[in-house]
């Protein structure tokens, strides 16, 4: 069973993230091949302490640099620190996973190495915003090809992380710059096999703070959660919705 870095970029929004971290822990802790790595951009809402209740894995950088830095950190890190893990997934905490994530991304990886010429990063977040069909090569019922996929769902193994980071070290302008999840991925020349079917849920904006993706819209907030839902949901998140946004607000 191929082994899961599960790299989770973090900042402020302490409610969902507080719901994002008991699930993804519960999902590690029942996997047993697997591990997250909390990536925190100096939030100012919540310590140290409090997200390592929920992993023990956990690089707080002292000044706020962006996501970017973020990911370019965790990057290397799978690289030099994580060598014993065979795939790299990065997720941001404003999601709900489910359950089964992990395996549906083992399994979606061994498919596409046997009937791909190439491997392909495996996206598992069918948003709103990257379903226009200029992006979409291909698709089915279950899965589509896609030149690009969000960044709060991209899976990569350890090939493509290495060749990602020769383009950001060669292009160090790309390290800081807005869209790292278009543009280091764009360096594989490769497209996104994604399912689609969202094996998560994105909720951008918490009680009293939004996010990239959300505006916090005073009389009726859960509007703001209609801006970036995911697209074909599994069962469970479509159970959870609800419960999750009641918590959240």
């Given at each position: 069973?191929?082994?899961i870095?599960?790299?989770?970029?973090?900042?402020?929004?302490?409610?969902?993230?507080?719901?994002?971290?008991?699930?993804?822990?519960?999902?590690?802790?029942?996997?047993?091949?697997?591990?997250?790595?909390?990536?925190?951009?100096?939030?100012?809402?919540?310590?140290?302490?409090?997200?390592?209740?929920?992993?023990?894995?956990?690089?707080?950088?002292r000044?706020?640099?962006?996501?970017?830095?973020?990911?370019?950190?965790?990057?290397?890190?799978?690289?030099?620190?994580?060598?014993?893990?065979?795939?790299?997934?990065?997720?941001?905490?404003?999601?709900?996973h489910?359950?089964?994530f992990?395996?549906?991304?083992?399994?979606?990886?061994?498919?596409?190495?046997?009937?791909?010429?190439?491997?392909l990063?495996?996206?598992?977040?069918?948003?709103?915003?990257?379903?226009?069909?200029?992006?979409i090569?291909?698709?089915?019922?279950?899965?589509?090809?896609?030149?690009?996929?969000?960044?709060?769902?991209?899976?990569?193994?350890?090939?493509?992380?290495?060749?990602?980071?020769?383009?950001?070290?060669?292009?160090?302008?790309?390290?800081?710059?807005?869209?790292?999840?278009?543009?280091?991925?764009?360096?594989?020349?490769?497209?996104?096999l994604?399912?689609?079917t969202?094996?998560?849920?994105?909720?951008?904006?918490?009680?009293?703070?939004?996010?990239?993706?959300?505006?916090?819209?005073?009389?009726?907030?859960?509007?703001?959660?209609?801006?970036?839902?995911?697209?074909q949901?599994?069962?469970?998140?479509?159970?959870?919705?609800?419960?999750?946004?009641?918590?959240?607000?």
């Amino acid at each position: 069973m191929r082994k899961i870095l599960i790299a989770l970029s973090t900042f402020n929004r302490k409610n969902i993230t507080r719901l994002c971290l008991e699930n993804l822990k519960e999902i590690v802790d029942s996997d047993g091949k697997s591990k997250l790595v909390v990536y925190d951009d100096a939030s100012t809402t919540y310590s140290e302490k409090f997200l390592k209740q929920f992993s023990k894995n956990v690089l707080r950088f002292r000044v706020s640099g962006g996501v970017e830095r973020s990911r370019a950190r965790a990057f290397r890190d799978f690289v030099h620190v994580y060598k014993n893990f065979d795939l790299f997934y990065m997720t941001d905490n404003d999601t709900i996973h489910d359950p089964n994530f992990l395996n549906i991304l083992r399994n979606l990886y061994e498919t596409s190495s046997k009937k791909f010429d190439k491997k392909l990063p495996i996206g598992l977040y069918n948003s709103k915003f990257h379903n226009h069909s200029n992006n979409i090569i291909f698709k089915n019922n279950i899965l589509s090809i896609r030149k690009t996929c969000p960044g709060v769902s991209q899976c990569f193994d350890r090939e493509m992380i290495k060749k990602m980071l020769v383009f950001i070290n060669e292009n160090p302008e790309y390290e800081t710059l807005y869209g790292f999840d278009y543009h280091w991925p764009l360096s594989l020349n490769v497209p996104f096999l994604q399912t689609q079917t969202s094996y998560l849920e994105h909720f951008a904006r918490d009680k009293k703070e939004k996010g990239l993706h959300s505006t916090l819209t005073e009389h009726d907030p859960k509007i703001d959660f209609e801006r970036d839902r995911a697209l074909q949901p599994s069962p469970y998140l479509q159970k959870i919705r609800d419960k999750i946004i009641n918590k959240i607000l």
